[in-house]
């Protein structure tokens, strides 16, 4: 089922929900100029036979409205579009997923809006205030590598249709790490996917021209009380450890895995591992244990 979600005046964003809607609610939240159909179908539907799972388009990515050009916003008013996506669906409080950029939205909701979320996972992603939301240039973690920011220097550039793919493919190259083996026509699939749905070969830049300010919170991340799980993605160029174990220590609640192998994408290979982690952590919730 698809929605039209309005967040802001004249900005709507698509979502889509599977799984039985009488079940515990799950939102997926990707990460920065990534749709939400990035989300592997086969994560979506493993997860769906346990929640009713909602993903969606953050504003100037997939199906939703471009707005950023003539109504900039903060990367923070990002976490605000998640509760509204919330709001639309009839969803008091749920489960929250969220990948990279979601991970750090997803601490922000952890800070703002606790009541609103049953569970927290994230992965892929650092603490408030270190790695790219060292908004203050004050940590000592390590930010991504020199080689993948010099990439996305040519991230806005224009391509013909064929050389837009193929930046697309070689840039999931990159993330993905050399813990798995990776394979390009998966990924061409996945980016083929990506244009139909939002209907537009051209790469979206806006939230890497977003405001950074208010992400600078970790320090309040000890107060987090809600049941959180960090998963630690050991390959990953723009995240790399040791991001996850600091961030779980700096929640002090939070719970710590690791998925062998995961870099900064969602190749086939760790579908498996990833929902069988997200699946176990949300189980538990649900059952007060």
């Known amino acids: 089922m698809e929605h039209r979600v309005p967040v802001a005046p004249g900005v709507e964003l698509w979502a889509e929900e599977r799984g039985d809607p009488s079940a515990s609610p799950l939102l997926l939240v990707m990460g920065a100029n990534a749709s939400g159909v990035a989300w592997p179908d086969a994560l979506v539907d493993r997860l769906a036979r346990q929640h009713r799972v909602v993903r969606y388009d953050h504003r100037d990515t997939g199906r939703s409205t471009r707005a950023y050009d003539r109504a900039p916003y903060a990367i923070r008013d990002l976490a605000g579009d998640a509760v509204r996506v919330l709001d639309a669906l009839g969803i008091d409080r749920a489960h929250v997923v969220g990948m990279s950029m979601g991970g750090t939205l997803v601490q922000l909701l ?126 990953d160029p723009v995240n790399p450890p040791p991001h996850a174990a600091h961030l779980a220590a700096v929640i002090g609640s939070a719970r710590l895995v690791t998925v062998p192998g995961l870099g900064h994408a969602l190749p086939a290979a760790v579908v498996p591992m990833l929902a069988e982690a997200i699946a176990g952590h949300t189980a538990a919730v649900d059952a007060g244990t």
């Open 110 to 235: 952890l800070l703002d809006s606790p009541d609103r979320l049953r569970s927290a996972t994230v992965l892929a992603t650092s603490a408030l205030g270190s790695g790219l939301a060292d908004v203050a240039g004050e940590s000592d973690l390590p930010g991504p590598s020199p080689w993948l920011l010099e990439y996305w220097a040519s991230m806005g550039e224009d391509r013909d249709p064929e050389a837009e793919l193929a930046w697309r493919v070689e840039h999931w190259r990159l993330l993905n790490g050399t813990g798995l083996p990776f394979d390009p026509a998966e990924f061409r699939t996945l980016e083929q996917r990506v244009v139909a749905h939002s209907g537009t070969l051209r790469s979206p830049v806006a939230h890497a021209l977003a405001d950074q300010s208010g992400l600078d919170r970790g320090a309040e991340l000890a107060a987090v009380r809600v049941p959180t799980l960090v998963i630690e993605a050991p390959e």
